[in-house]
């Protein structure tokens, strides 16, 4: 098909019709469909870090590092995730790929581009055609960004929660604890290293620096002295034996203390995790009808600001436009941690 676009338009065209919005061959819509959803989901991401920063403004001046920590944690979950997904797509590609589908997107988005507008919304499998883009963003948000929106608005009604539990209750459990409080902690307990013992010698004679190969005549003669030196080297090797097995012992019995000890921290470490949890979920439970109301709060709210103008929708994070826009969002996803 691209030999035949080169017989029959300008070059400048042909590579105008390939842009980071598909190319002409197969699989085209696939493409420019993972490529926009992942950067739906990127907004959103962004929207809902954003959100949980202003929502530390109202914190404990000692728990706001708990929060940016939590932020933390999300933005890098996240951005794993876009990052194995367009991985999985485009491979060594991805990263070209997705800044200059951004790019292109935000420059068209500006222009109000109907064309780019059509194709998008052709992948993303959109009936009827969304007019404009919000409309287009709000079609996504009512579609594949469910989930995301789901997620993402428990997450921040949990975070203002944990906020005015901990103002009224000082010892409610750390953020990180509430924010996980029903999945199960595993302990993992701390294996050292066993130090390679140093080589004993097997004999007396193995000990002793060595006299040479002795090279004698045809006959051997002994000697008394022959028998008694033999018989001191065989009860020097057997103290040595004896003392080698003694050796052996004692580090055996060291090895299973500290396996022992090591044990019995592991499991008072757990049993003071689980009880964190059990505290923290006793805690939550009598939030239980104000984390609802505040999931679905930020669910409207999130909903209101990502189908909002292309200005609100992208200034929280850069506020950028085409090239510069490409770039800081693949930078986000593609340089993180």
């Not at 103290?239 to 055996?252: F, I, N, P, T, Y």
């Not at 090591?262 to 964190?276: P, S």
């Amino acid at each position: 098909m691209l030999s035949s676009l080169k017989k029959i338009l300008p070059v400048a065209l042909v590579f105008e019709a390939i842009s980071a919005f598909g190319s002409t061959g197969e699989g085209a819509s696939t493409d420019l469909s993972v490529l926009g959803r992942c950067y739906m989901k990127f907004l959103l991401n962004q929207q809902v870090a954003a959100q949980a920063g202003m929502i530390a403004q109202e914190a404990r001046e000692g728990d706001v590092l708990q929060i940016k920590q939590a932020v933390s944690d999300w933005s890098t979950a996240r951005t794993a995730d876009l990052r194995k997904e367009l991985t999985i797509q485009f491979g060594n590609n991805a990263r070209s790929r997705f800044e200059q589908f951004v790019g292109d997107y935000t420059t068209a988005e500006k222009a109000g581009d109907a064309k780019r507008l059509a194709e998008v919304g052709e992948a993303f499998g959109l009936s009827p055609a969304p007019a404009d883009y919000a409309s287009l963003r709000k079609s996504a948000i009512e579609s594949f960004l469910q989930p995301d929106m789901a997620i993402g608005s428990k997450w921040l009604g949990e975070i203002q929660t944990w906020i005015d539990v901990r103002k009224k209750t000082p010892d409610t459990p750390d953020l990180s604890v509430w924010l996980t409080r029903d999945q199960p902690t595993i302990v993992t307990k701390s294996t050292k290293q066993k130090k390679p013992a140093a080589k004993q010698p097997n004999s007396l004679a193995d000990a002793e620096a060595g006299i040479g190969e002795f090279a004698g005549g045809d006959e051997e003669v002994s000697s008394p002295l022959d028998s008694f030196d033999d018989m001191r080297k065989k009860r020097s090797e057997r103290k040595l034996e004896e003392a080698q097995a003694g050796m052996e012992q004692v580090a055996s019995e060291r090895q299973s203390a500290e396996e022992e000890f090591a044990a019995k921290k592991t499991a008072a470490a757990q049993a003071e995790a689980d009880a964190m949890k059990r505290h923290a979920d006793k805690l939550a439970l009598t939030e239980k009808d104000a984390l609802e109301q505040r999931k679905n709060s930020w669910g409207n709210r999130l909903k209101s600001i990502v189908g909002a103008t292309v200005s609100s929708a992208t200034g929280a994070f850069t506020g950028g436009i085409g090239v510069r826009a490409g770039q800081e969002a693949a930078n986000a996803i593609f340089e993180s941690d």
